[in-house]
């Protein structure tokens, strides 16, 4: 154990170890100011007002029905991204990636124009008595458009990584497309797609511009907690910081769940 404990840092230069520490401090010192600025006598009242357990229950709700609308369309992405050499496929891929550049708000208004009332797909909805915008709905597909490319990424790369012999092998045999998909090619790659899935609930936690512009800020039916945050910077500064500082506990707890799997 300890032989393979060195190996993995033999080759690594001294330097590195000073930019490495400025990194890990960038993350940690804001989280630890956080903290440090609780009331943490009165953090248990904050954290469970009426108005705080509504919105963090409806932040895990959407968070995973996003989650699931990920691994619907996105395992199906990836799939197709990394198996077929069709032209197509590197418009595609910049397409599916343009939510991790794009602003949240630019986002918001993206699916206002596509979903709203008066957008590209809305206005039909609209008329056949479907209405997006504006509800528990328009949070989740808000989530799921920022989150997607972190699970598609997460998972293209773990089936490129794992290649195609056991497929072929497998396919060789009989199996049919589907089966090897099922039995051969998920399971080899389920740590990237469970790694995947867990960045895309992470993600879809603390969604914020997209959905306050696509979805607005209604209690109980669209005010996530990230939103209930930005409400009480401007009434309540003790009850944001402590809000925040719930959601960085559940956030690392949700990312924690799959780093042991992760972590080889």
Excluded: K
Excluded at 9 to 23: C, M, N, S, Y
Aim: charged share 10%; proline share 6%; glycine share 8%.
């Amino acid at each position: 154990m300890r032989t393979a404990a060195r190996t993995r840092h033999v080759g690594v230069p001294r330097w590195l170890l000073l930019p490495a520490g400025l990194a890990a401090l960038l993350v940690v010192v804001p989280v630890l100011a956080l903290a440090a600025r609780v009331d943490w006598a009165e953090l248990p009242s904050l954290v469970t007002t009426p108005a705080a357990r509504s919105a963090l229950l409806l932040s895990l709700r959407t968070s995973a029905a996003a989650t699931a609308l990920c691994l619907l369309l996105g395992v199906p992405l990836a799939v197709v991204l990394a198996r077929s050499d069709a032209r197509w496929l590197g418009p595609m891929r910049s397409l599916v990636l343009l939510p991790l550049v794009l602003p949240p708000v630019v986002g918001g208004i993206a699916l206002l124009a596509a979903f709203g009332r008066q957008g590209l797909l809305g206005e039909h909805l609209e008329a056949a008595g479907v209405r997006i915008a504006f509800s528990t709905l328009a949070v989740v597909l808000a989530q799921t458009f920022v989150s997607l490319p972190f699970l598609v990424v997460s998972l293209e790369g773990a089936l490129r990584t794992a290649g195609e012999r056991y497929d072929v092998v497998a396919a060789s045999l009989g199996a049919r497309p589907s089966t090897v998909l099922a039995r051969v090619t998920l399971p080899l790659v389920l740590p990237g797609l469970a790694s995947g899935s867990v960045l895309a609930f992470a993600r879809a936690l603390g969604e914020f511009g997209a959905t306050i512009t696509f979805a607005g800020s209604l209690e109980g039916t669209t005010r996530t907690l990230p939103l209930l945050i930005y409400n009480l910077r401007a009434t309540d500064a003790d009850a944001a910081v402590a809000m925040s500082l719930l959601l960085v506990v559940v956030a690392v707890a949700v990312i924690a769940l799959v780093r042991p799997r992760g972590a080889t």
